[in-house]
């Protein structure tokens, strides 16, 4: 066969936004988006369509989620003109504090081995999206996954570098604590011990087995039965800190989602522990600051950016497992504290600081349905492949979301056992009048927030279709007054932005930029998508 690198790409590429009449699945491996399809072209709804997806991506994208990761999602109904939300995060183990922790001589939370891994929600969130919504039992759903473990999947192009660069993480890990590591590194490296790479083909039997005793028992094997057992059994031999009742006790919650009026929109978001409150505090900010006609501009920017690092300022602060946070989210989230942090904007880049709002490495995936019904749904690891700590016997490699705690006794986000973490992970969604406009959602740690605030500006402010409005050049907030620019960013706009204050970094790569999928639906009944340029994102229709 003729010889090529499926790295290299020497020209531009254009992608059109894509209309479907009936229905829609998005996300960033074709095989993924195809299945959500598939089960709706069978009869299936949006909700069983990203229950399959989600059990498949794994598998499909296991540098971005696993078996052991959390979820979120909210799901728009149809017939109830009704938005649900469903928190499927984890809680740290009960043994495990930030005292114990700082006495094993960490000043920071880890983000490798059993320290930061906690219970882990997906599946019994998969679970309860099914009982509450799905039409189709779990054995079908997990059937497309159970299939492609055994078959084989090709490794698509974008988990390459991923894959190599994450597999270097845990092999430094492993040289320091190699028990809890070295099942990982026989699940997902080679015979060969090197990563694997585009167009590799991916079996994992264990995996397959696993969703099967997942689809017999609803889940329930994961935290009250057998595949519990194994869990808590490889975390005594190797010295983590799981009892079986941590799992006994976890259960998902449905919650009421938090929303922000954004010039005529409704943008809604998951309230906390997630940091989805950051995308409303800054449009809350910034819908009161006059941008340019011109949205690539350097005026533009420094307004998006600035309302950015005031809510971040803010939220990575206060935000915190719900039961433990002493500030009130409808303070964070009022006209008055908006207007006070706006005013701190000018035409210099500062130092972003938190206020006083008191009064006194992830997967994406977004469905629609002939019936009207849509979900926005993400589920992660927080960093590629997470705790680099698989289960023997299972395919289950465990997130490392509690690398996200703070170990400061002061902190609302204070690691303690039973407590929710701080959470990255956050599905969006937009609402005109009470009526779904649909499901977005820009994964990538703590560029989500930013990359939901550009889906939202992109589109209300500048008129973007749902593809332009992911293929506009990114910029990304990381700290202090230091932004990252993709190279797609006009000069000018750097050069200008730097004259404000702003320290400028112009990147080469843009894994680290966020990659996002939009589903529309258009006043004429169709449904419209884009997807992301930055990965292998697919838009799958009918």
Not at 2 to 26: E, G, I, L
Not at 36 to 63: C, H, I, Q
């Amino acid at each position: 066969m003729p010889q090529f690198d499926p790295q290299k790409y020497a020209y531009p590429s254009h992608r059109n936004v894509v209309y479907a009449r009936h229905a829609m699945a998005c996300t960033s491996v074709p095989l993924g988006a195809q299945i959500g399809l598939d089960v709706m072209k069978a009869g299936g709804n949006a909700m069983d369509a990203a229950v399959a997806m989600a059990s498949a991506m794994p598998l499909l994208e296991p540098t971005g989620n696993g078996l052991g990761s959390d979820c979120f999602a909210l799901v728009w109904v149809e017939k109830e003109k009704k938005l649900y939300g469903l928190n499927a995060s984890g809680v740290a183990p009960m043994a495990l504090d930030a005292r114990t922790v700082r006495d094993l001589g960490y000043t920071e939370m880890p983000r490798a081995g059993w320290v930061p891994t906690m219970v882990p929600g997906a599946p019994a969130g998969w679970a309860e999206l099914n009982r509450r919504f799905g039409t189709k039992p779990l054995s079908e759903l997990f059937a497309p996954a159970i299939s492609y473990a055994r078959e084989g999947c090709p490794v698509s192009v974008n988990l390459e570098p991923q894959w190599v660069k994450d597999s270097a993480r845990i092999a430094a890990a492993m040289e320091k604590d190699p028990a809890p590591h070295a099942y990982w590194w026989k699940s997902f490296m080679k015979e060969d011990g090197s990563p694997y790479r585009a167009g590799d083909l991916f079996r994992w039997e264990e995996y397959a087995q696993t969703l099967e005793e997942l689809a017999a028992t609803d889940c329930e094997s994961y935290y009250r039965g057998p595949l519990m057992e194994k869990i808590v059994a490889f975390s005594r031999e190797t010295g983590g800190y799981f009892c079986e009742d941590d799992f006994r006790n976890y259960h998902p919650a449905w919650v009421e989602p938090i929303t922000a009026d954004y010039k005529g929109y409704t943008i809604c978001e998951i309230p906390p522990n997630g940091h989805g409150i950051t995308v409303l505090m800054a449009l809350n900010i910034l819908k009161g600051l006059e941008l340019s006609g011109e949205k690539e501009c350097a005026d533009t920017y420094h307004k998006i950016l600035e309302s950015i690092k005031l809510a971040f300022a803010d939220t990575k602060t206060y935000v915190a497992d719900p039961r433990y946070m002493r500030t009130r989210v409808e303070d964070m989230l009022s006209e008055e504290y908006a207007a006070r942090r706006r005013a701190l904007v000018t035409g210099k880049a500062l130092m972003p600081e938190a206020g006083d709002p008191s009064c006194g490495g992830t997967i994406y995936l977004c469905t629609a349905d002939p019936f009207g019904n849509m979900v926005s749904f993400i589920q992660s690891n927080y960093t590629t492949f997470g705790a680099g700590v698989a289960i023997p016997g299972t395919g289950i490699s465990l997130q490392n979301r509690g690398a996200n705690f703070s170990l400061d006794p002061n902190s609302d986000n204070c690691l303690a056992g039973g407590k929710k973490s701080y959470h990255t992970i956050i599905p969006g969604f937009m609402l005109e009048d009470g009526e779904a406009v649909g499901p977005f959602g820009v994964m990538g740690a703590f560029m989500q927030p930013q990359g939901h605030v550009l889906v939202a500006v992109n589109t209300i402010d500048y008129h973007m279709n749902p593809q332009e409005a992911l293929d506009a050049p990114r910029m990304q907030w990381i700290g202090g007054k230091h932004i990252q620019l993709e190279r797609e960013v006009p000069a000018h706009v750097g050069k200008k932005l730097a004259e404000m204050g702003h320290e400028v970094e112009v990147v080469n790569s843009n894994i680290d930029m966020g990659r996002g999928e939009i589903i529309w639906r258009t006043d004429n009944g169709l449904l419209v998508g884009g997807t992301e340029p930055r990965c292998d994102g697919t838009v799958a229709a009918w």
